[in-house]
């Protein structure tokens, strides 16, 4: 079992603490800024043991250091992208496993926002953190990869069970489900999401998590093919990729 916290950071950002209950060792999931971190972690007298980092973005370890000197977690992240990384105690790559406490994480590299940004599954516990990958409604601007490069990222992603829980980096879910009505717009099930989205956020509460199963029904950066979407796009002539790039650049100037 996991006890997952989300801390809200910056204006817009998440960070998460997955509490592993058989050995009480606590994990964080990048680290936007560290007060709020700190609060929470000091409030509840917890301990911070590791430190997992999706990207090098400094909204997503600008608290890496900070956190580091106080509680002296050992910080994982990308063996190919550690030059820009805060010093790695622990190195991981795709197809490699990682093992803390009674927890193990899947690795899999999703370049596409950033290269070498990685996401970290916690497969028994149908769990996924996705950073600036895969988010909800949406995915992460392409600041360095490819529209090819994302694709197959989102794509190695949809392979998961449907019921698996997605935790992204950013609360963008307001701006996703507009953007998303303009380019899928016969969506039932993407205009009751609406709905149910925005009530989340008129009440404060976050849209993280959802189901991988609910972004495949919803979010248009996995549905291109979708014959509603591609007639609406007049893509028909396009190959999987080519519609993609479309709805990230469209989505780029929304």
């Known amino acids: ?32 800024e560290h007060k709020p ?12 043991d590791f430190i997992l980092i999706t990207h090098h973005h400094s909204d997503h370890i600008d608290g890496v250091n900070y956190l580091k000197n ?11 992208d550690k030059h820009r990384l805060p010093p790695l105690d622990i190195e991981v790559e795709e197809g490699k496993q990682l093992s803390i406490g009674s927890k ?11 290269v070498g940004h990685i996401a970290y599954a916690l497969l028994e516990d149908k769990v996924l953190f996705t950073g600036d990958s895969l988010m909800v409604m949406g995915c992460g601007r392409l600041f360095e990869g490819t ?19 997605i935790y992204s980096g950013h609360e963008y879910t307001r701006s996703n489900i507009e953007f998303a ?8 099930k993407l205009k009751a999401r609406k709905v ?19 972004e495949l029904d919803t979010n248009p950066f996995l549905r291109e093919s979708e014959p509603s979407i591609v007639d609406h796009m007049n893509t028909k002539n396009q190959d999987p990729v080519s519609r993609f790039a479309k709805i990230r650049a469209l989505k780029d100037n929304f």
């Open 1 to 32: 079992m996991s006890f997952i916290k989300i801390i809200p950071c910056l204006s817009d950002n998440y960070a998460y603490i997955i509490r592993d209950e058989h050995t009480n060792k606590n994990i964080l999931v990048d680290a936007p």
């Open 37 to 48: 971190i700190e609060k929470y972690l000091d409030e509840k007298a917890l301990s911070l």
């Open 70 to 80: 106080k509680y002296s977690p050992k910080i994982i992240g990308a063996s190919r």
């Open 104 to 114: 193990t994480f899947n690795i899999y590299d999703v370049d596409g926002h950033t």
């Open 147 to 165: 529209p090819d490069d994302m694709w197959k990222s989102l794509r190695k992603l949809k392979q998961l069970p449907k019921d698996t829980m």
């Open 181 to 188: 009505l303009t380019v899928d717009p016969q969506n039932d």
């Open 196 to 214: 149910k989205e925005l009530e989340k956020l008129a009440n404060g509460s976050p849209t993280v998590p959802a189901t991988l199963g609910e």
